[in-house]
T-cell receptor, first 113, second 115 residues
């Protein structure tokens, strides 16, 4: 069975401070893992993806995530938050070669000036 | 590259009415998905097509929802009759094929309000 748990429904940080959005997954098969961002009234945009190559994945806008198989985690980080990062972030698991995408419940990131 | 196109962007209907949504995936993408995103939740898969065949419709409420993908390109999702709890954003996505580098590309969605 496949599932994704995003441990925080809301995260609030100050501009210029680090961001950590946590994600744990469960998958019966070697998974691909993704982070998508959704700005208000916009579509889902891919931030980054892990597909069994390097465990540290770099994405757009300075975000990165580390795949830790032993912890079944794929946390999203950014060294310094920007006001434009305020959005909802979704962690997604896709069992290898199954072409299916299972979403977490999302984490809303608020960035304070 | 053109993205996934959806229309309309917004729709307001009364309960028991019917409504249809349209999706045009990225050219060459064999797999098409319809997701339902209720406010405050992550997207939930309703139906998945591979070309014009249904791969997974286990979460589709078939008594009121239907979907088709004629000729393996465009797709329509219909709700008849609508209920208040169908108020959500309906997202269409497409992906190229199976494999390690597969990712899903999403449209901007249709926001449905049932009153």
């Amino acid at each position: 069975a496949q599932s994704v748990t995003q441990l925080d429904s809301h995260v609030s940080v100050s501009e210029g401070t680090p961001v950590l959005l946590r994600c744990n997954y469960s998958s019966s098969y070697s998974p691909s893992l993704f982070w998508y961002v959704q700005h208000p009234n916009k579509g889902l945009q891919l931030l980054l993806k892990y597909t069994s190559a390097a465990t540290l994945v770099k994405g757009i806008n300075g975000f990165e995530a580390e795949f830790k198989k032993s912890e079944t985690s794929f946390h999203l980080t950014k060294p310094s938050a920007h006001m434009s990062d305020a959005a909802e972030y979704f962690c997604v698991v896709s069992p290898y070669n199954f072409n299916k995408f299972y979403f977490g419940s999302g984490t809303k990131l608020n960035v304070k000036p | 590259e053109a993205g996934v196109a959806q229309s309309p962007r917004y729709k307001i209907i009364e309960k028991r009415q019917s409504v249809a949504f349209w999706c045009n995936p990225i050219s060459g993408h064999a797999t098409l998905y319809w997701y339902q995103q209720i406010l405050g939740q992550g997207p939930k898969l309703l139906i998945q097509f591979q070309n014009n065949g249904v791969v997974d419709d286990s979460q589709l409420p078939k008594d009121r929802f239907s979907a088709e993908r004629l000729k393996g390109v465009d797709s329509t999702l219909k709700i008849q009759p609508a209920k208040l709890e169908d108020s959500a954003v309906y997202l269409c996505a497409s992906s190229f094929t199976c494999g390690e580098n597969t990712e899903a590309f999403f449209g901007q969605g249709t926001r449905l309000t049932v009153v």
